[in-house]
């Protein structure tokens, strides 16, 4: 009816603007506490009012590094990986579980050493990645590492005790990536990256550039205790 008054119980709430969402945790809990990862799940508040359920797992996070020598080949180690069942060629790489007090540097500095017995004078940030943020909140550092020089062996456990050292070229690197021999997601970022640096002259970031999404969930249970 024209002229006609709404009442105001009729009204209806404004659309929220596409990206002004805050999804909002009502409530968490933990189902699984394992040795390297968490899973939680999560009430989170969804756009409409609705509360829907989210798996999260909590991941140490990790660090690789791209270590290249004066002649421009970079170190490279083929391991078992027996969630794949084979071997594969991957950059070196380990987990940030060193403790509270060691930085994305310092177990980088670490992995190098014990995976590949290198020690490197020039240290700078390559990429950073988060690795499957659709349930995990796992994210990884990608130094590239120049200026080696040889370390004593270390000694090596488990997988690692039958893990090989392979030199490889920038460019062998990148037709393995191209051809799906290497498929691993940290190596095929680092060697790719590398190659677009070198080949645009990008100055890469220092060591103490912030890392926007460097995981500390598990870190801070653990040191919980």
């Not at 404004?14 to 799940?41: K, Q």
């Not at 170190?75 to 060193?98: I, K, N, S």
């Not at 990536?177 to 220092?206: F, K, Q, Y």
Request: avoid cysteine; charged fraction near 30%; hydrophobic fraction near 40%.
């Amino acid at each position: 009816m024209s002229g006609a008054t709404q009442d105001p119980g009729d009204e209806q709430s404004t659309p929220e603007a596409a990206g002004s969402h805050e999804f909002d945790v009502h409530e968490s809990r933990t189902v699984y506490d394992g040795a390297i990862l968490t899973l939680r799940v999560d009430e989170v508040a969804m756009p409409g009012g609705r509360v829907a359920e989210r798996e999260v797992v909590e991941h140490f996070g990790a660090v690789a590094v791209v270590a290249r020598d004066e002649t421009g080949r970079i170190a490279m180690v083929r391991q078992y990986r027996h969630p794949v069942g084979r071997r594969l060629l991957e950059l070196p790489a380990g987990l940030l579980d060193g403790g509270p007090g060691e930085s994305p540097l310092e177990a980088a500095r670490r992995e190098l050493a014990e995976e590949v017995d290198l020690a490197a004078d020039d240290w700078r940030v390559l990429v950073d990645l988060a690795l499957s943020p659709g349930f995990t909140d796992e994210a990884l550092r990608l130094y590239l590492a120049e200026g080696l020089h040889a370390l004593d062996a270390s000694e090596r456990h488990d997988e690692e005790a039958d893990m090989s050292v392979e030199w490889v070229s920038l460019d062998d690197a990148v037709d393995r990536v191209l051809s799906g021999e290497i498929v691993n997601a940290t190596s095929v970022a680092g060697i790719l990256a590398v190659a677009t640096s070198d080949a645009r002259g990008t100055t890469l970031r220092g060591v103490d550039a912030p890392w926007t999404d460097e995981p500390v969930a598990l870190r801070d249970r653990r040191s919980r205790g």
